[in-house]
């Protein structure tokens, strides 16, 4: 994975979509994929909780969201807020915030 695959893309203007959420793969190798995925303020459908077969690292440049840990703590992140979800951890996202 060459380090500058990608990078350019995060802080790129958006084209206008209608969808609610716009994910890119910025880059990706065999252990690693780097998104970005920029949300509109919307929430995890009700009773549904992220269940994934991988670790997740993220960091939120812009705006504000609340994840939710089905057996612990909520997290509030923050535009620079940094937050690692092990594997099989559920967890419930929401936007309340968009810049």
């Known amino acids: 994975m060459d380090s500058?695959?990608?990078v350019d893309q995060i802080h790129t203007e958006l084209?206008?979509?209608?969808?609610?959420?716009l994910i890119d793969i910025l880059a990706h190798a065999s252990t690693?994929?780097?998104?970005?995925?920029v949300s509109h303020g919307q929430s995890s459908p009700d009773d549904f909780w992220y269940d994934?077969?991988?670790d997740e690292w993220v960091i939120l440049l812009t705006g504000a969201a609340v994840i939710a840990f089905e057996k612990e703590n909520s997290e509030t992140l923050e535009p620079i807020?940094?937050?690692w979800v092990d594997e099989r951890q559920?967890?419930?996202?929401?936007i309340f915030e968009v810049e």
């Open 4 to 6: 500058n695959d990608g």
């Open 15 to 21: 084209i206008s979509s209608h969808n609610p959420e």
């Open 32 to 37: 690693t994929r780097i998104e970005r995925i």
């Open 52 to 54: 994934q077969c991988e």
């Open 81 to 83: 807020a940094k937050l």
């Open 90 to 94: 559920s967890h419930f996202e929401s």
